[in-house]
Nanobody, 127 residues
Framework: QVHLVESGGGLVQAGGSLRLSCTVS????????MGWFRRAPGKEREFVAG????????DFQRAVNGRFTISRDDAKNTVYLGMTDLKPEDTAGYYC????????????????????WGQGTQVTVHS
């Protein structure tokens, strides 16, 4: 059974930083591209960042580009989302996801392309 467990969310002041982690079990982690998505109350789920299976390609939503980083540690089956200069509009539940296609070295920004999801971790940024 596949499990994705996020951690690292919390309450932070605007301008602050957080690092989210997502640890995966039940699949061969290195075979999958990974993504981070977020959903704020009353809003649609949106792509935040993605990293290819090999880790050599990353992609970001425009609003977070330059402030967020994404990385993976295949030895730990973990993907990270580093967030700096956080803004109140970054407040949302953050979810990691594994792509539905194994061994594809592409990054998908559509949530429908992802098969496995974590339960989410809340990030709240206050001004």
């Amino acid at each position: 059974q596949v499990h994705l467990v996020e951690s690292g969310g919390g309450l932070v002041q605007a301008g602050g930083s957080l690092r989210l982690s997502c640890t995966v079990s039940g699949l061969t982690f290195s075979h999958y591209a990974m993504g981070w998505f977020r959903r704020a109350p009353g809003k649609e789920r949106e792509f935040v960042a993605g990293i290819s299976r090999s880790g050599d390609t990353v992609d970001f939503q425009r609003a977070v580009n330059g402030r967020f980083t994404i990385s993976r540690d295949d030895a730990k089956n973990t993907v990270y989302l580093g967030m700096t200069d956080l803004k109140p509009e970054d407040t949302a539940g953050y979810y990691c996801a594994a792509d539905a296609q194994e061994l594809m070295n592409l990054i998908n920004s559509e949530w429908t392309s992802y098969e496995y999801w974590g339960q989410g971790t809340q990030v709240t940024v206050h001004s």
